[in-house]
């Protein structure tokens, strides 16, 4: 990208830690809604068209975010919950048992329970990409933060998946 976007995605990015940090009234969801729009503004600059927003805002991350914020990693719980919501539940055990081992842990980071979608798909080969995709960082963020304040003021919810 050019020097001026990433720049310019460097104030966003500056503007949004003050607000998650308070400054001037704000809160993670006002952080929230400027680095998503930013992330919105940016990949449609990158792959211009209508009705493309969510494959384009988890393109943008695959392609151009930091390796370490595993934007492709899926999210194990939210997997199991939907195999299980779905009645597949053989296919939501396999993965329980192999990736949910410690069922003590009080706090959990993505590497405690999410994995890339190759080791996912290595116990569970009959997972279509699709699948497991729906169930990514990056989606999840569209979705679940990016759509939800955009959309609801306020971000999704996935409780009903997770049986909540």
């Not at 048992?97 to 890339?116: A, H, M, S, W, Y």
């Not at 699709?130 to 955009?150: D, I, M, P, T």
Request: glycine letters at 8%; hydrophobic letters at 40%; proline letters at 4%.
């Amino acid at each position: 990208m050019e020097t001026w976007r990433t720049e310019w995605f460097h104030k966003k990015n500056e503007l949004a830690l003050s607000l998650a940090a308070g400054q001037c009234g704000g809160s993670y969801g006002e952080a929230a809604i400027i680095l998503c729009t930013a992330l919105t503004a940016l990949a449609a600059e990158v792959w211009p068209g209508e009705r493309i927003d969510r494959f384009r805002f988890v393109q943008l991350l695959k392609e151009f975010a930091p390796s370490h914020l595993n934007t492709t990693w899926i999210s194990i719980p939210l997997l199991v919950g939907y195999l299980r919501t779905n009645g597949r539940n053989a296919e939501s055990e396999v993965i329980r048992r192999t990736f949910l081992k410690d069922p003590q842990i009080v706090i959990i980071t993505g590497e405690d329970v999410d994995k890339p979608e190759t080791e996912i798909l290595a116990v569970c080969p009959k997972l279509s990409l699709k699948e497991l995709r729906e169930h990514g960082y990056a989606n999840l963020l569209y979705k679940e933060v990016r759509s939800g304040y955009a959309h609801e003021y306020r971000p999704g919810t996935r409780e009903q998946i997770l049986g909540r």
